[in-house]
T-cell receptor, first 109, second 116 residues
Framework: QKEVEQNSGPLSVPEGAIASLNCTYS??????FFWYRQYSGKSPELIMF??SNGDKEDGRFTAQLNKASQYVSLLIRDSQPSDSATYLC?????????WGAGTKLIIKP | DAGITQSPRYKITETGRQVTLMCHQT?????MFWYRQDLGHGLRLIYY???????DKGEVPDGYVVSRSKTENFPLTLESATRSQTSVYFC???????????????FGPGTRLTVT
């Protein structure tokens, strides 16, 4: 059974600080990794994807991948109240996406 | 520029009834997916389709039927609804699932289904 694990939270972070969200996966053959954001009552939307080990930056967001440790993370710099949402990690395995249950992030003004 | 739409947005039905959830996309994406989302479980794949007339089971297909006669439509039918099928259902589409591709999945707004 291929699994993607996330801490359910909630993770509470002060406004302006760095939020760090983590995800581990079980399938060593996974090649593509995705972070989606989901606001309450809304559908998921893609924030970033990453294929290669290391960091990938896009504005205030940085995705980090360590395939040896089977670990992927998302850093949000200068956190804003509008970043409050559930963040879903998804891992591509055999042409399908395997989803974590999500981490609820709360940014406190 | 509708993108991907789902109907109905909310549905209440009784145990044993047949229910069909509709999904329509305007991008001509090859791949379409049906997920259910329950607290603590994240998104679970029910069925997916690689093209018209090609469908395959996902993680939790029991009790569900799909069809795809046209590229743009991918209806999901609950043949005899059960309380355990109370959930939020999301339809998604993707240009491809090429092994090396980004495969961003675009989601519809969801259907909240309650089975009483």
């Amino acid at each position: 059974q291929k699994e993607v694990e996330q801490n359910s939270g909630p993770l509470s972070v002060p406004e302006g600080a760095i939020a760090s969200l983590n995800c581990t996966y079980s399938d060593r053959g996974s090649q593509s990794f995705f972070w989606y954001r989901q606001y309450s009552g809304k559908s998921p939307e893609l924030i970033m994807f990453i294929y290669s080990n290391g960091d990938k930056e896009d504005g205030r967001f940085t995705a980090q991948l360590n395939k040896a440790s089977q670990y992927v993370s998302l850093l949000i710099r200068d956190s804003q109240p509008s970043d409050s949402a559930t963040y879903l990690c998804a891992v591509k395995s055999n042409y399908q996406l395997i989803w974590g249950a999500g981490t609820k992030l709360i940014i406190k003004p | 520029d509708a993108g991907i739409t789902q109907s109905p947005r909310y549905k209440i039905t009784e145990t044993g009834r047949q229910v069909t959830l509709m999904c329509h996309q305007t991008w001509s994406h090859s791949y379409m997916f049906w997920y259910r989302q329950d607290l603590g479980h994240g998104l679970r794949l029910i069925y997916y389709s690689a093209a018209a007339d090609i469908t395959d089971k996902g993680e939790v297909p029991d009790g569900y039927v799909v069809s795809r006669s046209k590229t743009e439509n991918f209806p999901l039918t609950l043949e005899s609804a059960t309380r355990s099928q109370t959930s939020v259902y999301f339809c998604a589409s993707s240009e491809s699932t090429n092994f090396q591709g980004a495969d961003e999945q675009y989601f519809g707004p969801g259907t909240r289904l309650t089975v009483t």
